[in-house]
């Protein structure tokens, strides 16, 4: 029976350090860090996803700030708010939340955003200091997925992990944050051949494939750490993840629910995001 890793107490115990140190940079340097959240358009998850940021940043004693722009706003007025956030010392990261409407070029706004400032850790300098593994932030998703592993105590290195999607937000950054860990590091997309045999094989499996019950018992080795990172709704509505969760269960040494298991992880990561982002204003104000 797998024992179940507890997104929710791990991320209460990263926001208490994280709390801790946003503090410590007010009474050090006056200093309160600072997130820009931009919404456009009226995606109802989105503005669930911006809320919950909001209240992430009131629980670890972070300025919060919201812009909105309706779903007709140019990609100009977009760039043009970015510009400005840019160049406002009060403001640590920014995020433009995603999916944005489609008259506005995703990458042009993450090219955009400075960055110093990107706590999605989405920019082409970010992901290629990431490739180098000399990086300032890391991908809220995989970051909190390393968390999770490490709350565990299972050792990383030499160990053979599956990494089931190839997405920039999650799958590639996920392998390279492994490799990094002198894992080796096998990535399985749509295309992948003999997908069940080669997942068996893993010691660490990390699912984010977007599909329902996707991952069944017999994808998983006797004895391997399942990462589940999918968000899905099964037949009835309820939220499940990719991993059929009572078939796979019993075979796993540990397990991530969902809810409950990365879903907690992804805000509280880019929380430490930001919290970075102010200390290396802080650093570089002071040289």
Known sequence: ??????????????????????????????????????????????????????????????????????????????????????KDNKVHGILVQLPLPDHIDPQ???????????VDAFHPINVGKI?????????????????????????ISGKNCVVIGRSNIVGKPMAMLLL??????????????????????ADILVSAVGKAHFITADMVKEGAMVIDVGMNHDENGKLCGDVEFSTVEPRASYITPVPGGV???TITMLMKNTLRAAELKCTKSAK
């Open 1 to 86: 029976m797998g024992k179940l890793i507890s997104g929710k107490e791990v991320s209460t115990s990263i926001r208490a350090k994280i709390k801790e140190e946003a503090q410590k940079l007010r009474d050090d340097y006056g200093i309160q860090p600072g997130l820009a959240v931009i919404l456009v358009g009226n995606d109802p998850a989105s503005q669930i996803y911006v809320r919950n940021k909001q209240k992430a940043c009131e629980e670890v004693g972070f300025h919060a700030f919201e812009y909105r722009l309706n779903e007709n706003s140019t990609q100009e007025q977009l760039l043009d708010l970015i510009g400005v956030l840019n």
């Open 180 to 201: 990094h860990r002198n894992a080796t590091v096998t990535i399985c997309h749509s295309r992948t051949k003999n997908l069940a045999e080669v997942c068996a094989g």
């Open 131 to 155: 490739m180098l593994g000399d990086y300032e932030f890391l991908p809220c998703t995989p970051a909190g997925v390393m968390e999770l592993i490490d709350s565990t105590g299972v050792e």
């Open 263 to 265: 879903g907690p992880m």
């Open 108 to 118: 042009t706004v993450i090219n955009t955003i400075s960055p110093e400032k990107d």
